[in-house]
């Protein structure tokens, strides 16, 4: 994998140059340790027993043998356990109740966590919790997800579930071309590197917990909810995290491991199995898409429409929104967006790398592919003329929108000029050979953050602040950050993330940390720089200077911010046996100011492989009998493994962002969006035939 990075005409400083992780050494020599891995004397561990039933309710639990076993301190379920506070709200609105264990006798979903088994060592717990025996009264359950179900319904939760203007009949019915086609998309899962862990104690009434999340305030707040603490009496800490991209907030483990810790008065332990987290760390839905395009004979859009369905668990409302491209993407006379889910008896949906975007761009960007061939116009040229001047469905101007630089540059560098457009004519041995691209687009947010900084005797400087590094390289990208707006270099800046004790922080999510670190980064900055201009003499605690962005972010005008992208795949099918082998991919993006183009770099490559994967592989297939999966593992569920990948090139043109400090845009997400949707129109390109559901598995393909 190479890339050759466009360099803006950027001032000297670290902020644009490739810098390693700072923690690099650490990772790499086993010193960093991970949320299972800290020692601590009476450490008590926990092992979740969930349930094997789809639905119904809980009819005994039958501990006394269990408890009767070598090294077993407890067993906590809803007959026993502390009682919890569930009604609040979260930083992000009402959390998913899952995490609210042993509260009532209710199985809402296979995999539901109905007991906790605490023991001496890991072992004993499992084995003891593997002879525990649970009996239910079953109830029949439904989990069939269908473009028809009577009970679908909409919320309006940070955005509005549906979104019209024009009348869609009539412009549908006076286009040259229509494009009216049904998308699907898998249930898909996260299955980052590291499994959830969290070792919890109590002292004096506090909570104390080691954890791997997104975000230690976040999590700080929702265990101060359930168990009515003030936050303040919770110290949650984060400081490595093998992966996560949306499951890892407040899950069933860290509260069990917080109760056991409580009711044994001792540190408590709970790891989660990779089985475990295919049912209690969240997902991403399946979704049914329908999307219906009408254009001008010279591609201008009369009609877009694009509805999307997905469902949920009976416990927690989650709305995957994938129509939300399109209320970016495109405008049309007549516009229309609805997202809209069904409750199912199947576990919680979540969110995971580019909620919506992900497999929203797959069926508007295959849909754009499919109008392009009706018109027979360039899928290139279809979307440049039309991109639009303004948000479709705000009215908004867009804060930069340079997807037509995308587009350009990634034609160049991709080799698109003189494409045949016609499929099914390239052949090089059994191999058919073809061509695709696709836009992409995701949102440019920021949350409010504290950062803390310290100018030490010594000349260096210290950053706290409450950050999470789920592999992204945050923590240098913020080292260089701060190194520039405290003139120094990185090597006098230590940054210290990962506790909530540093002061609330946005998570790492939505492609927004960064973002609102660096904010928060560049305020304290100033200010102490200011200070040290007034009286540069340090004294030997060190000068010290806190920021709050809240209301600094109040500020930003209103526009539509986001990140673009280009994105182009090329693919060998060999229709004999299907299979499908991608054999270059190219992303160009404008995602703002890039920090630090080496871990940027491995961050949109990163999100390609995903698309791939997610394009080729990755398949959650439930058993309709039983309600779980057939594979929750990682034999089951494929993911692209090196084999699969090939030559990834991700690059960038230059787009800072005129009203950040630093320019960022977030750069999290939008490496996914689109790519699966340009390996399948380069599908499309090799064999004449549409590929609308997700993977495409050689079955499909033969
Ligand atoms: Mo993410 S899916 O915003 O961690």
Known sequence: MTTTTLRPAAAAGAVGTAHPRVEGLEKVTGAARYAAEFPLPGLAHGWLVVSRVARGRIRSIETGPVLAMPGVLAVLHHGNAPRLNTDFEGLFGRPDQTAAVFQHDRVPHAGWPVALVVAETPEQAREAAESLTVTYDEEPHDIALTADRPDACTVDDHMPGVTEKGDLEAELAASAAVVDAEYTTPEEHHAMMEPHAATARWEDGRL??????????????????LFALDPADIRVRSEHIGGGFGSKGLRAHQVAAA????VLDRPVRVVLTRRQMFSLTGHRSPTVQRVRLGADADGRLRALEHRSLNRTSTVHEFLEPAAIPARVMYDADAHRTAMEMVRLDLPSPTWM???????????LESALDELAEKLGLD???LRLRNDPERGPVSGLPFAGRNLAACFREGARRFGWAGRDPRPGVRREGRWLLGTGTAAASFGAGAGPSTATLTAEPDGTFTVRIAAADIGTGARTALTLVAADALKTTPDRVRVRIGDSAFGPAMIAGGSTGTRSW????MAAAEELRERLALAPDIPAEGITVRADTTEALGTLSQKERHSFGAQFAEVAVDPATGEVRVRRMLGIFAAGRIVNPLTARSQLVGGMTWGLSMALHEEGVRDRAFGGLYGGDLAGYHIASHADVPAIEADWVDDPDPEDPVGIKGIGEIGIVGAAAAV??????????????????PDRVI
């Open 680 to 697: 399948a129109n380069a599908v499309w390109h090799a064999t004449g035939v549409r590929h609308r559901h997700l993977p495409i598995r």
């Open 353 to 363: 790398r580019a909620p919506g975007e992900a497999p929203g761009s797959f069926a």
């Open 259 to 262: 109760m056991a810790a409580r």
């Open 379 to 381: 899928p290139i040229e």
């Open 208 to 225: 104390d917990l080691l954890d791997s999340n997104q975000g230690t305030t976040w999590v700080q707040r929702e265990l101060a909810g």
């Open 518 to 521: 660096s904010w928060a980064v």
